[in-house]
């Protein structure tokens, strides 16, 4: 690899992080009533790729029986869905629900207006491929977590 392509994202990430990061809140201190720990769940889910609970709990290190109770929460707080997996109805699968999009966004350790604001110091043709370019390394980081996944199982 490319030390000086680890290096720009090194030196990149944290610049982001910085410029559009918010200061922490409770979770009793908002309407979506999230813990950073509900946040970071939420994170990893999808409105429409199903995530294997299992899997979840190794990528997240935490016990089954710990992720099972905040997924239960969070399935109360209509968040989550729990849905069968049509190939095999034993397992099942998590999905991110519309208001829980809603809640993670709201809830992200980036504030909207500060990304807004990054985002339009942009011309368009370089917002597309900012764009295009953070898309395709969440993808690469999730393939490379899953893969992961897979050799610890």
């Given at each position: 690899?490319?030390?000086?392509?680890?290096?720009?994202?090194?030196?990149?990430?944290?610049?982001?992080?910085?410029?559009?990061?918010?200061?922490?809140?409770?979770?009793?201190?908002?309407?979506?009533?999230?813990?950073?720990?509900?946040?970071?769940i939420l994170v990893?889910?999808?409105?429409?790729?199903?995530?294997?609970?299992?899997?979840?709990?190794?990528?997240?290190?935490?016990?089954?029986?710990?992720?099972?109770?905040?997924?239960?929460?969070?399935?109360?707080?209509?968040?989550?869905?729990?849905?069968?997996?049509?190939?095999?109805?034993?397992?099942?699968?998590?999905?991110?629900?519309?208001?829980?999009?809603?809640?993670?966004?709201?809830?992200?350790v980036l504030d909207?207006?500060?990304?807004e604001a990054v985002?339009?110091?942009?011309?368009?043709?370089?917002?597309?491929?900012?764009?295009?370019?953070?898309?395709?390394?969440?993808?690469?980081?999730?393939?490379?977590?899953?893969?992961?996944?897979?050799?610890?199982?």
């Amino acid at each position: 690899m490319n030390t000086s392509a680890v290096g720009l994202v090194q030196r990149c990430y944290p610049q982001i992080y910085l410029a559009c990061h918010k200061r922490h809140v409770w979770a009793s201190s908002t309407a979506y009533r999230l813990s950073a720990r509900d946040s970071s769940i939420l994170v990893h889910l999808n409105e429409t790729v199903p995530v294997n609970p299992t899997e979840l709990a190794a990528h997240l290190g935490v016990r089954g029986s710990t992720l099972s109770a905040a997924i239960h929460r969070l399935e109360r707080l209509g968040y989550l869905q729990r849905k069968r997996m049509p190939r095999d109805r034993r397992t099942v699968a998590l999905t991110l629900s519309q208001q829980g999009a809603t809640a993670m966004a709201a809830t992200s350790v980036l504030d909207s207006e500060r990304v807004e604001a990054v985002l339009a110091r942009l011309k368009p043709s370089e917002l597309k491929r900012a764009l295009e370019g953070l898309e395709l390394l969440a993808k690469a980081s999730l393939r490379t977590m899953k893969a992961k996944s897979l050799r610890s199982s």
